[in-house]
């Protein structure tokens, strides 16, 4: 499912967030990896989102008066790669259990805590810690300690028009140990039962404090002093199992459910909590201070590097400047570089980025599954950090560099990994494949020190449906030993011409303002000068046929621009530009798919002695869909008075055409310029005037299918 409209702003200061809070039903927006689900399945229909990523400060993390300060908008994996999160080892050790990478990219320490689940790892982190939580809301700001913020299940002490602007974690003291332990189904689920636990011990050996917090067990995080069992044990985990038992079965109240009872919760907290107890308690001793940590400005602020997207460090944010609200009925212009090419796009705020990459750019290599975060076959690369597109709205990505599995490498300069992939068999089904590229391209692209054990966990982010997942590890761990400093950058990120919905005169506007309806959008039409793309072309025709008509009364149909373009099925002229440049409009359907395409045409070469002709065009229609076409035409005199006619066309695709697929598109195609000879050949013939009906979808259908039975026969009978 999609997300019910909503209204959608980013404001620059916190004044803005709270004002917008104050007007009714509003939801705040970070990271949004557990609130875009939540809408995805309708649980939840605001009427507004808040994005606070624009507001000054909250992007900061520092340490101040003996605590670790992260900002609401402080991404988990900069807190995860960040030198200063390392006075908070209990950070360290909870964040590779929070999800998957491709979540931690974008999910924030605060939406974490924020959201509350009680299977959540940083909100028990926060109760075992006693960290304290700062909200501000319209009445000033106030703190609150983590035991009185979780007051029960999604549920918190911020109010509907208060926000949650930071964390403060205190840092480790000396002689502190600490431990961390889940079960959970899969590595990135949510725990059927976890442990955190603290121990602080003196320089004499005693146990001075130990905390141990249980979660996934209670509608919240529980924590309970544990100082005098631990003291009583030394520490040792055997005895310490036995004398948990009785506190284990009164911390776990949870009902139970299909993927376990309360009686297996109890017994695998009782191991959890004794085991992670007695590990904390040994790495307490002897008591060492923490190494000095200095505030570097990166850590501080984690921006932009320098370098390009692809090689920014993961979690790291790019620019987001202030954005003023869009209605739930409105469309935006997105403005965003997209496999190295700037593309602006006109986009509802509830369409998701993996929506705007297939259906308004034709990058069809973005699969969706569940479209709520779990199966990672949208897996994207945003400011180079590997990212779920069912989870970030298009209009998050103003400025964003994004980068496809299309950018990764092309049919002729394959990536390592793409190379690696076919060599191990890791296609299969394929479905997976652009998500797994993706995700190992994010796992290697730092130093690519990742060994074989490890990787079914760390892409474990992206599900295998088949029976391709051993070739795909075995593919990720040669490139990983044959490219032990990081993989090559994506190689296929060069400037060229994408054409996205919006932006332009006639691509889509709103109707009047409050009207809560789209207007009517017309075909667009496309200014400015007309070029060949970039790239590879989706597909190529040739076309070789042979007319009856002679070869001159065939080129005096291909010169005069006029009749040519009669003689193409759909094909219209609607006006002379001057300097050979002409706009006009074509139409094609097939099955269910009706496009209708206004462009311009511009005839780049003619020569009349060789009789060859090469034309240019470009178009779009209202529905997303873009083409553009390098056509190359060429009549040479045949046998018997006759003219032998060769088209080669070089087609660029992208939106909804696109998804025909390049064979399918290359087949229709042929058969477009198969009728444009037999018309050429009766208008130099003198004979009637081709129909400008389109082309019937029935006929160019069923050529298509008899012409690929044919190569099919023709397969078979040489085996």
């Given at each position: 499912?999609?997300?019910?409209?909503?209204?959608?702003?980013?404001?620059?200061?916190?004044?803005?967030?709270?004002?917008?809070?104050?007007?009714?039903?509003?939801?705040?927006?970070?990271?949004?990896?557990?609130?875009?689900?939540?809408?995805?399945?309708?649980?939840?229909?605001?009427?507004?989102?808040?994005?606070?990523?624009?507001?000054?400060?909250?992007?900061?993390?520092?340490?101040?008066?003996?605590?670790?300060?992260?900002?609401?908008?402080?991404?988990?994996?900069?807190?995860?790669?960040?030198?200063?999160?390392?006075?908070?080892?209990?950070?360290?050790?909870?964040?590779?259990?929070?999800?998957?990478?491709?979540?931690?990219?974008?999910?924030?320490?605060?939406?974490?805590?924020?959201?509350?689940?009680?299977?959540?790892?940083?909100?028990?982190?926060?109760?075992?810690?006693?960290?304290?939580?700062?909200?501000?809301?319209?009445?000033?700001?106030?703190?609150?300690?983590?035991?009185?913020?979780?007051?029960?299940?999604?549920?918190?002490?911020?109010?509907?028009?208060?926000?949650?602007?930071?964390?403060?974690?205190?840092?480790?003291?000396?002689?502190?140990?600490?431990?961390?332990?889940?079960?959970?189904?899969?590595?990135?689920?949510f725990a059927l039962a976890g442990a955190v636990t603290r121990v602080r011990r003196g320089e004499d050996g005693t146990v001075l404090e130990a905390r141990f917090t249980a979660f996934g067990v209670s509608d919240r995080p529980v924590t309970r002093d544990v100082t005098?069992?631990?003291?009583?044990?030394?520490?040792?985990?055997?005895?310490?199992?036995?004398?948990?038992?009785?506190?284990?079965?009164?911390?776990?109240?949870?009902?139970?459910?299909?993927?376990?009872?309360?009686?297996?919760?109890?017994?695998?907290?009782?191991?959890?909590?004794?085991?992670?107890?007695?590990?904390?308690?040994?790495?307490?001793?002897?008591?060492?201070?923490?190494?000095?940590?200095?505030?570097?400005?990166?850590?501080?602020?984690?921006?932009?590097?320098?370098?390009?997207?692809?090689?920014?460090?993961?979690?790291?944010?790019?620019?987001?400047?202030?954005?003023?609200?869009?209605?739930?009925?409105?469309?935006?212009?997105?403005?965003m570089r997209v496999n190295g090419s700037d593309v602006t796009v006109r986009v509802p705020p509830r369409m998701h980025l993996a929506d705007a990459l297939r259906e308004h750019l034709g990058l069809t290599g973005t699969h969706l599954g569940c479209e709520h975060g779990?199966?990672?076959?949208?897996?994207?690369?945003?400011?180079?950090?590997?990212?779920?597109?069912?989870?970030?709205?298009?209009?998050?990505?103003?400025?964003?560099?994004?980068?496809?599995?299309?950018?990764?490498?092309?049919?002729?300069?394959?990536?390592?990994?793409?190379?690696?992939?076919?060599?191990?068999?890791?296609?299969?089904?394929?479905?997976?494949?652009?998500?797994?590229?993706?995700?190992?391209?994010?796992?290697?692209?730092?130093?690519?020190?990742?060994?074989?054990?490890?990787?079914?966990?760390?892409?474990?982010?992206?599900?295998?449906?088949?029976?391709?997942?051993?070739?795909?590890?075995?593919?990720?761990?040669?490139?990983?030993?044959?490219?032990?400093?990081?993989?090559?950058?994506?190689?296929?990120?060069?400037?060229?011409?994408?054409?996205?919905?919006?932006?332009?005169?006639?691509?889509?506007?709103?109707?009047?303002?409050?009207?809560?309806?789209?207007?009517?959008?017309?075909?667009?039409?496309?200014?400015?000068?007309?070029?060949?793309?970039?790239?590879?072309?989706?597909?190529?025709?040739?076309?070789?046929?042979?007319?009856?008509?002679?070869?001159?009364?065939?080129?005096?149909?291909?010169?005069?621009?006029?009749?040519?373009?009669?003689?193409?099925?759909?094909?219209?002229?609607?006006?002379?530009?001057?300097?050979?440049?002409?706009?006009?409009?074509?139409?094609?359907?097939?099955?269910?798919?009706?496009?209708?395409?206004?462009?311009?045409?511009?005839?780049?070469?003619?020569?009349?002695?060789?009789?060859?002709?090469?034309?240019?065009?470009?178009?779009?229609?209202?529905?997303?869909?873009?083409?553009?076409?390098?056509?190359?035409?060429?009549?040479?005199?045949?046998?018997?008075?006759?003219?032998?006619?060769?088209?080669?066309?070089?087609?660029?695709?992208?939106?909804?055409?696109?998804?025909?697929?390049?064979?399918?598109?290359?087949?229709?195609?042929?058969?477009?310029?198969?009728?444009?000879?037999?018309?050429?050949?009766?208008?130099?013939?003198?004979?009637?005037?081709?129909?400008?009906?389109?082309?019937?979808?029935?006929?160019?259908?069923?050529?298509?299918?008899?012409?690929?039975?044919?190569?099919?026969?023709?397969?078979?009978?040489?085996?």
């Amino acid at each position: 499912m999609k997300p019910a409209p909503f209204a959608y702003v980013r404001p620059g200061d916190l004044d803005g967030v709270l004002a917008e809070l104050a007007g009714g039903d509003a939801k705040v927006l970070a990271g949004g990896q557990s609130l875009v689900p939540v809408l995805a399945m309708r649980l939840g229909r605001p009427a507004t989102l808040v994005d606070i990523t624009a507001v000054d400060g909250l992007d900061r993390m520092d340490i101040e008066d003996g605590a670790l300060r992260v900002g609401a908008a402080v991404r988990q994996r900069s807190v995860e790669h960040a030198d200063l999160a390392r006075a908070v080892p209990l950070l360290g050790l909870a964040l590779p259990f929070v999800g998957h990478r491709e979540l931690r990219s974008r999910g924030t320490v605060c939406g974490s805590l924020a959201h509350a689940d009680p299977a959540a790892e940083l909100p028990a982190v926060a109760a075992c810690l006693d960290a304290v939580l700062e909200i501000a809301g319209p009445r000033g700001r106030r703190t609150v300690a983590a035991e009185e913020f979780f007051a029960g299940a999604m549920t918190t002490a911020v109010a509907a028009d208060e926000v949650l602007v930071g964390a403060a974690f205190p840092v480790a003291q000396a002689g502190e140990g600490h431990g961390f332990a889940e079960i959970a189904r899969r590595h990135g689920d949510f725990a059927l039962a976890g442990a955190v636990t603290r121990v602080r011990r003196g320089e004499d050996g005693t146990v001075l404090e130990a905390r141990f917090t249980a979660f996934g067990v209670s509608d919240r995080p529980v924590t309970r002093d544990v100082t005098e069992l631990v003291g009583a044990t030394d520490g040792a985990e055997r005895p310490l199992r036995e004398a948990m038992t009785e506190l284990v079965a009164e911390v776990v109240d949870t009902a139970g459910d299909t993927h376990g009872s309360t009686g297996y919760r109890r017994r695998l907290l009782t191991v959890l909590a004794a085991r992670e107890l007695s590990r904390a308690h040994r790495a307490a001793e002897p008591p060492i201070s923490p190494s000095p940590i200095s505030p570097s400005p990166e850590s501080q602020h984690p921006g932009p590097q320098h370098g390009g997207g692809a090689r920014r460090r993961a979690g790291e944010r790019g620019p987001h400047r202030a954005h003023g609200r869009v209605g739930a009925a409105d469309l935006v212009d997105v403005t965003m570089r997209v496999n190295g090419s700037d593309v602006t796009v006109r986009v509802p705020p509830r369409m998701h980025l993996a929506d705007a990459l297939r259906e308004h750019l034709g990058l069809t290599g973005t699969h969706l599954g569940c479209e709520h975060g779990v199966c990672g076959m949208c897996t994207v690369l945003v400011d180079g950090a590997a990212t779920r597109a069912c989870l970030l709205f298009a209009v998050q990505c103003e400025s964003a560099d994004i980068i496809t599995v299309e950018g990764l490498g092309s049919p002729g300069e394959q990536h390592p990994l793409q190379r690696a992939f076919s060599a191990h068999h890791a296609l299969q089904c394929g479905f997976c494949t652009p998500g797994m590229l993706m995700s190992s391209y994010d796992l290697l692209a730092g130093d690519g020190s990742v060994t074989p054990e490890e990787l079914p966990e760390r892409m474990s982010g992206v599900l295998c449906r088949c029976t391709g997942y051993r070739g795909i590890l075995a593919a990720v761990a040669d490139v990983a030993a044959a490219y032990p400093g990081g993989v090559p950058a994506p190689m296929n990120c060069v400037s060229r011409t994408l054409i996205g919905r919006g932006g332009g005169p006639g691509q889509g506007s709103t109707g009047p303002q409050g009207s809560g309806r789209e207007a009517p959008v017309e075909a667009a039409e496309p200014a400015g000068e007309v070029a060949v793309p970039a790239g590879s072309p989706s597909a190529t025709v040739e076309v070789t046929s042979a007319l009856a008509a002679p070869v001159d009364a065939v080129w005096a149909v291909l010169e005069d621009v006029e009749r040519m373009v009669a003689c193409l099925p759909g094909a219209e002229l609607s006006e002379s530009l001057g300097g050979d440049r002409y706009r006009g409009t074509a139409g094609v359907a097939l099955g269910p798919v009706k496009l209708s395409f206004a462009g311009l045409a511009q005839i780049v070469e003619r020569d009349p002695a060789d009789h060859r002709l090469r034309m240019i065009g470009q178009g779009s229609d209202a529905g997303g869909s873009a083409t553009q076409a390098d056509i190359r035409l060429r009549a040479e005199a045949g046998s018997g008075g006759g003219t032998v006619l060769r088209v080669h066309a070089d087609l660029y695709l992208s939106g909804r055409v696109a998804q025909f697929g390049r064979a399918l598109a290359g087949d229709v195609s042929r058969r477009l310029f198969e009728q444009f000879a037999t018309a050429v050949d009766a208008a130099a013939a003198g004979r009637e005037a081709p129909s400008r009906r389109r082309p019937s979808p029935l006929r160019l259908a069923i050529g298509a299918l008899f012409d690929a039975v044919r190569r099919r026969s023709s397969r078979l009978w040489r085996r």
